[in-house]
């Protein structure tokens, strides 16, 4: 029996829920997941049914999620219509507590899209910070961002890239070196495409693009235009996927690491390009501790199976990646200096992971 060892991960994206959506998700339940996955950090993203976008409502997530961790979490700060006004009061305040700023600027979960040019030029001219801004976009608006980072030297983090023609464009800005853009790539859309009919539990921002962009992703991620993958773990129940409209996301800690690990075995990308864009990089771009996530690991071991619901630790029990065969099960998790899973435990205590 072989077992392999890897630095433990590092998700940038996800959405973990709890305040009024804590029959989704919440901090304990997408913590668990992610650890389970091999995620020792997830960084939160602000869509909740209280969008996280002051002083008071950054209080309220953190007093919420403290006890329940049981990995690390980061925070970014959102900004909504309603909050622009607000934004170098607000910008001042939690700069300093949050990882970046993240900018809906094309219609998703919570609806907080930010569309009007002016509120955009503010927000970016505001936004005085070395950390990422990181936007959701959609089509014409990724072009908006591009232009807005570069007329004012931020860094962009361009979160789920999905498609060839957005990456042609990021590389046009990327070429000009005036400002650091990041690129995201999710796991949804490297490993499923709009061929396979999963759907609703396939439907997600942005939707499954062609094979054709499918591929083009993994020639990025070959190149060098990808940064990271970030697993926009967006958890929605059972229920309300069935229902006449269905909410978008699905869920991704549990099964990004073992889909790369298949993917090596079939030679589409290294164990060092692996490790690079889930662990080294969102390292260096979110600033993180890397001498505590470089001592933690993922252990596992080589054996097929077929991804199962049953064993999820996540909060909503299904996968859009469910019989699909992989080739490594987690078996270990160390982090902090504890073994925090073995063999399908959780055996970290809600609350020992750190607000970072
Ligand atoms: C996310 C969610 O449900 O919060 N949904 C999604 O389809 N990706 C929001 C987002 O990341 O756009
Ligand atoms: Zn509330
Ligand atoms: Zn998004
Ligand atoms: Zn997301």
């Known amino acids: 029996m072989s077992l392999i060892k890897l630095p433990i991960l590092i998700d940038p994206h996800t959405h973990c829920r709890d305040f009024e959506q804590n ?53 970014y700060l959102g900004v909504t219509p309603q909050s622009v006004s607000e934004a170098e009061k607000n910008f001042r305040e939690c700069e300093g507590e949050v990882r970046g700023l993240k900018i809906y600027m094309g219609e998703t979960t919570g609806g907080y899209i930010v569309d009007s040019d002016d509120d955009l030029d503010k927000i970016f001219r505001t936004w005085e910070s070395n950390k990422p801004i990181l936007v959701h976009t959609e089509d014409k608006s990724l072009v908006k961002a591009l232009e807005l980072a570069e007329k004012y030297k931020r ?28 690129v995201e790539v999710t796991p949804h859309h490297l490993f499923l495409s709009d061929k396979m009919s999963i759907s609703p539990f396939g439907q997600m921002k942005p939707p499954l693009s062609s094979d054709e962009d499918k591929e083009a992703l993994w020639m990025a991620v070959i190149k060098g235009e990808i940064d990271t993958i970030g697993t926009d773990h967006a958890p929605h129940t059972r229920e309300e996927k069935m229902g ?113």
């Open 23 to 75: 029959n989704k998700e919440t901090f304990e339940t997408a913590t668990r997941a992610a650890l389970a996955g091999g995620y020792g950090y997830v960084a939160d993203m602000p869509n909740h049914s209280h969008p996280i976008v002051d002083k008071r409502t950054l209080g309220e997530l953190k007093d919420l999620a403290e006890k329940q961790i049981v990995t690390d979490l980061g925070i």
């Open 155 to 182: 860094n962009l983090y361009v979160c789920h890239v999905s498609r060839k023609d957005e990456l042609e464009l990021i590389d046009k800005f990327r070429q000009k070196r005036k400002n650091n853009i990041w």
């Open 244 to 356: 006449i409209k269905p909410p978008s996301g699905v869920p991704g800690l549990e099964t990004t690491l073992v889909l790369l690990l298949r993917a090596e075995k079939e030679g589409k990308i290294s164990r060092e390009k692996i490790i690079e864009l889930t662990h080294n990089n969102p390292i260096k771009i979110f600033n993180l501790n890397k001498e505590k996530y470089d001592r933690a690991e993922v252990v596992l071991v080589e054996e097929e199976f077929l991804i199962e619901e049953n064993n999820l630790k996540t909060k909503c029990g299904w996968t859009p990646f469910k019989e699909m065969r992989v080739s490594h099960k987690i078996v270990e998790v160390n982090f902090d200096g504890k073994i925090g899973y073995k063999d399908g435990e959780i055996l970290a205590v809600s609350g020992s992971g750190k607000i970072v």
